[in-house]
């Protein structure tokens, strides 16, 4: 009865495990293909951020990572990009939606040497606390970083 129990608990979590896989990505996600290499792509992002009056607060690279331990893995980096008026007026709104920022794109190295840049829009980030000066911040900030998007695209 056991082995008959276990074997019904493990099929069900393969199941659950391929359902998962199959979800639909976040709200407010944006995809958005890029034939520049990955290279390219995180120069010209770093370049957009810029332009757009935002500033990039790190970047983490699981892929530079890995290069510094002799491993080859496929370009990939988290941009973080904030600007420090809208992190004071988002703690004014809300303390716990402070760890939403710094937002994040995330730029990935495509086969055949292009890349693909992510992310989520800064409205769909800040819904879940139903704040209204968190909503009206995240307004602001969807234009911007669109254009940061399509900027380091181009």
Same mark, same amino acid.
């Given at each position: 009865?056991?082995?008959?129990?276990?074997?019904?608990?493990?099929?069900?979590?393969?199941?659950?495990?391929?359902?998962?896989?199959?979800?639909?990505?976040?709200?407010?996600?944006?995809?958005?293909?890029?034939?520049?290499?990955?290279?390219?792509? !995180?120069?010209?992002? /770093?370049? +957009? #951020?810029?332009?757009?009056?935002?500033? $990039?607060? @790190?970047?983490?690279? %699981?892929?530079?990572?890995?290069?510094?331990?002799?491993?080859?893995?496929?370009?990939?980096?988290?941009?973080? !990009?904030?600007?420090? /008026?809208? +992190? #004071?007026?988002?703690?004014?709104?809300? $303390?716990? @939606?402070?760890?939403? %920022?710094?937002?994040?794109?995330?730029?990935?190295?495509?086969?055949?040497?292009?890349?693909?840049?992510?992310?989520?829009?800064?409205?769909?980030?800040?819904?879940?606390?139903?704040?209204?000066?968190?909503?009206?911040?995240?307004?602001?900030?969807?234009?911007?970083?669109?254009?940061?998007?399509?900027?380091?695209?181009?």
């Amino acid at each position: 009865m056991a082995r008959k129990l276990l074997l019904a608990f493990l099929i069900v979590g393969i199941a659950g495990t391929s359902q998962a896989e199959q979800t639909a990505p976040p709200a407010g996600r944006v995809v958005i293909p890029s034939a520049k290499s990955f290279d390219k792509l !995180v120069a010209a992002l /770093d370049e +957009a #951020v810029a332009a757009n009056g935002m500033g $990039v607060v @790190a970047c983490a690279s %699981a892929s530079q990572g890995a290069a510094a331990r002799g491993i080859r893995i496929p370009g990939n980096a988290v941009v973080m !990009v904030f600007r420090n /008026d809208y +992190a #004071v007026r988002m703690l004014a709104a809300s $303390v716990p @939606a402070g760890i939403e %920022a710094p937002l994040r794109y995330y730029v990935t190295e495509n086969a055949g040497g292009t890349s693909t840049l992510t992310y989520r829009k800064p409205s769909a980030v800040f819904a879940p606390y139903r704040n209204v000066e968190l909503d009206q911040m995240a307004a602001e900030l969807d234009p911007i970083f669109e254009n940061i998007a399509q900027g380091a695209v181009r």
